[in-house]
Each structure stands twice: as C-alpha cells, then as structure tokens.
C-alpha cells in the first residue's frame, strides 16, 4: 500500500491511495471463510458449503467491503499521523477513473481533501476590546416590578367600557333593515377585545359602552383583511365568511379590565416564596441582585461577540477550499439545490473560521469541561427558563430533574457543552486581554446588539 498527499495551495488537498493484492488478499479469505461457517444453503450441511460457491456468491461484495475498510483507516491514519487540518470529511475525488475490482490489484483510490487554513489565533493583554456592564437603575427596576405585578395580574368585572377591557356578549346577524336575520349566525358569550379592531370607525362604536348596551358593529370592516379573526368571532369556517358580511349586533353581558397585582406581601411571596422578602425595599433590593446576575451574563455574551469580531478583523480574508467545502455542503443538504449553497455558504465560511478560531482560543486558555459542569449548565438553563416566567423560587429538586431530562436528549447535549465552553471562555480571556470597560443604560446596551 502507497499513500500520496499533494496539497499545493495548501487548503485543496488530493490523497491517492494505491492498494496491493497483499493488503487485503487474508482479510477477504477469513470473511469468505466466516460466511461459509455461517452459510445456509439447501442441500448443504451447515459449515460444508464450498468454497467456491461462497465465493461466487459473495466474493465480489466481500471483496469490495475488506477494500473499502482498509481503505478509510488508512485514509484516517494517515491524516491523524501527519496532522492535516482536515475539514469534514474526504470526498471521492472529480479525479477519480473507475476501479475495476474484476481486475488484478493494484488498485487506485484518489479523495479530494479540504484543508483548513492556517491561522495563529493568540490573545494577550495587548488586545483591548470593549466590556460593557449594564447600569441597573430605577427605571429597570420599575420596569421588572411592573412586569411581575401583571403577570401576577386578573380580570376585574366593571360597569362601563374602556380602551383595553375584554367584552363578553351575544352576536346576531341583521337583516339591512336592522332587525334580527332569521336562520342567521348567533353566538351566546362571544369574546370581543375591541381596541385591536383595525378600523378606527368600527371601533370608536364601542367607546363609553355599558353593561347591557346593544352594538350595532360590521365584522367585514371591522377586520377587512382578516378573515382568520371573522372566522373565530363567528365560529364559522374561513371559506364562509364572504357570505356573512352584513351587521351584526352585540349585546354586552360582561364587561373586564385586567388590573395589575398590588405590589405588596402577596407579590412578594410569590416571586420569592413565603416570608423570604419583607417589604419592598427589600423586594427591590432582591430584583436588583438578579437584574445584575441576569444582565451580567448579557454583558458576558456581549463580549465573545466583540472577542469574535476582533479575531475575525485580526485574521482578515481567509483561503478556503471553496470548490470542495460546496460539495460537501450540497451533500449535506441532499433535499436543497445549488442556488441554496450559494446563498448560505459565506455564512458558513463566517461560521467556520469562528468555530477554529475559537478551538485555538480554547487550547491557548486550556479549557476543559467534564459532565459535572455539563449538568449544572442544564441546571442554568432550566432556571433561565423558569425566570423568563417570573418563576424565581422553583425547588432544587425540579430543576434537577428538569436538567436530567434535558440531558437525555443527545441534541441537547452538544449545545449544553458548547454553551458551558463560551461561558468558560469568556470568563478566561476577561482575565487575558485588555478590558475597555464602559458601563451604558438597558437601552443604550440594546441599541449596541442590534
């Protein structure tokens, strides 16, 4: 067996593999003689068929199977023994003449390879990139009580309407003449949110409505380019709502304003759990510690992708091994066409120096994660989505078995790894380069993210 790399712009490698009689001539004789020990065939005892009808049957296929292992750990041996930057896998090559297996070896296999470019990704406290740390002020801590005291929230009954109230009532189709349609639609306890009707002059019918007042309103001009909405008002399918696109009236039954929870003890408790805040000072002074925690890690995020343009600015234009890396793009996205390969492979490429840029930043900052710290990020990620909620106080033991189940799912696995290596990135290069801390509102820091 002969192996030959050529690779002489570096990215675009050819591997040509030369395989002899001898490298698979006992493996092919010890299939051939398993099959036979395993053979069933009428009018042979089991482990008698002969030979050479085993090999008449299976010969070819037996041959092709031994060659073709041989072949890809070699391939593979080849690549790890001499270091080559390979990236995804090695592709049958366009230089390739058919092997004709019916023939005497040798034979000759070539495979296009794509090689990763070379780049030195180091940082250093000479580099200096940005850090920005999110006041938590006043103003945001107003805007996380309001959003805890309407999630905490409930629907009032009241007498008179006004711009956000829900109504609940009874629909009726009319004749033009005003009068009740016989055999027409009627909807007891049908549910009505006025202010997100489109048309100002059907919703200004509503204005200053009472309890038991009658509406007189047009569903078609209320919502004229929704029929989903007049389907779901109506309880009438889609296709039947051309055919009811006269007046209906409204009678209303029920009138609701949602109203925000108080902000005192009962909040308190079931933000934090019972008796654990005592007063609202103290309450904020809780919503001010997770606000800091929460943008924290905002601020965190902030930085890998300031790290990332940084590196990407550093390095400049890359060669890729562009012919080679869109063929294995469209193999990979067999149900896609050319047109798709064209339109995302930039991306790919940002994607991809990114990924080996950050493989070296990773090596330099000899960051290592074992399953403990995989499982308390799924732990982290369960609290995360808990909060989102307004649920702060969820038991230890729920998000345990929360994160055990997330931890079941391999495609949860990788993204837990890959987010507990950035947080650990992160961390580590905030003590490599030169931080430029500056500190900016929640709005001026969402300005910078968009």
């Known amino acids: 067996m002969k192996i030959s790399f050529e690779n002489p712009d570096k990215v ?39 030979m050479s009808l085993i090999k008449r049957q299976a010969g070819m296929q037996t041959k092709l199977n031994v060659i073709n292992k041989f ?12 270091n080559i930057q390979m990236l995804g896998e090695p592709l049958p090559s366009e230089q390739q003449a058919p092997v004709d297996l019916e023939k005497e ?26 850090y920005y740390t999110i006041k938590v002020d006043d103003k945001l801590i107003d805007q996380q009580i309001d959003m805890y005291a309407s999630r905490a929230g409930k629907y009032e009954k009241v007498e008179e309407f006004e711009g956000n109230d829900m109504l609940k009532g009874d629909l009726r189709e009319l004749n033009e003449d005003g009068s009740a349609k016989e055999g027409g639609i009627e909807v007891e306890g049908a549910i009505m949110l006025p202010e997100y009707i489109k048309v100002e002059e059907q919703k200004a019918l509503f204005k200053g409505s009472k309890l038991g007042d009658v509406i ?35 009678q209303i039954l029920e009138i609701s304003r949602f109203a925000k929870a108080a902000v005192n003890q009962e909040l308190f408790d079931q933000v934090y759990g019972q008796g654990n805040v005592k007063d609202e000072k103290e309450f904020r002074e809780r919503i001010a510690n997770d606000l800091k925690a929460q943008l924290a890690s905002n601020s965190d995020w902030k930085f890998l992708q300031d790290v990332r ?31 798709y390969v064209e339109n995302n492979y930039e991306q790919s490429i940002k994607e991809l120096t990114w990924h080996l840029a950050k493989e070296q930043l990773v090596a330099q900052t000899q960051i290592k994660i074992d399953d403990k710290e995989v499982k308390e990020m799924a732990i982290a990620t369960a609290r995360a989505q808990f909060a989102q909620y307004g649920m702060n106080n969820v038991p230890d033991e729920y998000l ?29 290069l905030k003590n490599v380069v030169k931080l430029n801390e500056k500190s900016v509102t929640i709005d001026e820091f969402n300005e910078l993210m968009k």
């Open 12 to 50: 675009n490698g050819l591997m040509t593999i030369t395989v002899e009689e001898t490298d698979y001539k006992d493996n092919v004789e010890k299939e051939l003689k398993d099959l036979r020990k395993k053979a069933n065939i009428p009018g042979f005892r089991p482990g008698m068929v002969p």
């Open 400 to 428: 345990e078995n929360y994160a055990n189940d997330m931890m079941k799912k391999e495609e949860s696995i990788q993204g837990l790894v890959d987010r507990a290596i950035d947080n650990k990135l992160m961390a580590a």
């Open 309 to 339: 343009k940084y590196v990407e600015d550093k390095l400049g234009a890359l060669t890729y091994p562009d012919s080679i890396l869109k063929r294995v793009m469209k193999l990979n996205n067999k149900d896609k066409d050319d047109k």
């Open 105 to 130: 070896a040798p034979y000759e296999f070539k495979f296009d390879v794509a090689v990763a470019p070379e780049m030195k990704v180091e940082l250093t406290n000479k580099d200096k990139i940005d």
């Open 71 to 82: 072949v890809g750990e070699e391939l593979y041996k080849y690549i790890k023994d001499n």
């Open 216 to 250: 007189t309103f047009n569903p078609r001009k209320a919502y004229p380019d929704n029929d989903s909405e007049i389907s779901s008002l109506l309880k009438i399918d889609r296709d039947a709502v051309k055919e009811h696109e006269g007046d209906f009236s409204f």
